[in-house]
């Protein structure tokens, strides 16, 4: 049974798999940096994982794997998930950036695609698209 199986079909479930994909790229190069630390206790507590939770998903033999969902909605979808959790300060930094495009490429979209597409996430979730890109939302 894998780990976030314990939590059945929840938004914690999904919240604690988004952690633990984010933790196992962080830790891709063997090791998680300062930085990557403090990123990770940021998303830690806007996805409310427990303590418990933490230790499990951050030991060192635990790899969680990124699951590659075929449908691009889905997978925009988990991005829109993870943007939505970035953003709930009102922010996002270099860190988490660098963080998304990879959690892009993991998820299956192509370098270019992951830059486009959060490029474009970034001006919406922040606020800054101009009057034809809001129009065009609304009326889709």
């Known amino acids: 049974m894998s780990f976030t199986d314990l939590y059945g ?39 409310d994982i427990t303590e418990a939770e933490y230790e499990e998903v951050m030991k060192k033999e635990n790899k969680y794997p990124i699951e590659t969902p075929h449908s691009s909605e889905v997978r925009l979808e988990r991005l829109f998930d993870l943007f ?14 660098s963080l998304l495009k990879k959690y892009a490429i993991g998820l299956g979209f192509s370098n270019e695609n992951a830059e486009s597409i959060i490029r474009k996430s970034v001006l919406i979730f922040s606020g800054r698209i101009d009057f034809e890109d809001y129009l065009y939302l609304v009326k889709k």
Do not use: W
């Not at 079909?9 to 891709?28: K, M, T, Y």
């Not at 990770?40 to 806007?46: D, M």
């Not at 939505?84 to 950036?97: Q, R, S, T």
């Open 84 to 97: 939505k959790i970035i953003f709930a300060d009102h922010d996002i930094d270099e860190n988490e950036l």
């Open 9 to 47: 079909n929840s938004e914690h479930r999904r919240n604690l798999a988004h952690f633990a994909s984010i933790a196992s790229l962080a830790a891709v190069d063997g090791v998680v940096n300062d930085k990557e630390l403090v990123l990770l206790n940021r998303f830690a507590k806007k996805l």
